[in-house]
């Protein structure tokens, strides 16, 4: 009885260290298959989905984006990175990232991934910010445009032969973006000074 039961575990054994070593193997060939994906479309990768709402208007139907933290509820300061996320980030061309100690787990994935030629773009570092600065750079309508030109320029280098579909995207962008910074001069206008509760 003893032996037949040892031989059962021994076979369980086994066939998890099987199963294990050929879902490795799938990892990594999916892993390290190339940063292109078959039909030309750059894979993008942002932190979080209000960088990667803009990516996706942007690159159009030239891009497929990933955006890792899109629940509104969650804390990306306390985001936990799985194995899912660092497969999608080895295999992205241009990675998005927010900075500031908003999304460390981001960076600690895009340092070990260590893909080569990828493009990364990290909103705290293109407007000259501290990692201790307040991270929410999305409030501001300046550190927007400043992204979105950023990504722009991104796009065309990864993908050059298709620049004059990521500027036709960058002015159409730009005009829904210039009615919103228009609606904040107004109020600025109209309400600069005023006290309130």
Known sequence: MRKTSYVIIATVLVALIVSGAFAGIYLLNYATSGTASSNGVIRVVAAENFWGSLITQLGGTRVSVTSIVSDPNADPHEYESNAANAI???????????GAGYDTWAQQLIASSNTPHQVVLNVQELINQTVGANPHFWYSPTYVNETVKAMYQDLVSIDPSHASYYTQQF????????????????IKQQFGGVKVA
């Open 171 to 186: 002015d159409a962008l730009k005009a829904s973006l210039a009615a919103y910074n228009g609606r904040i001069a107004e």
């Open 88 to 98: 999608a980030i080895a295999n992205a061309q241009l990675v998005i990232i927010n």
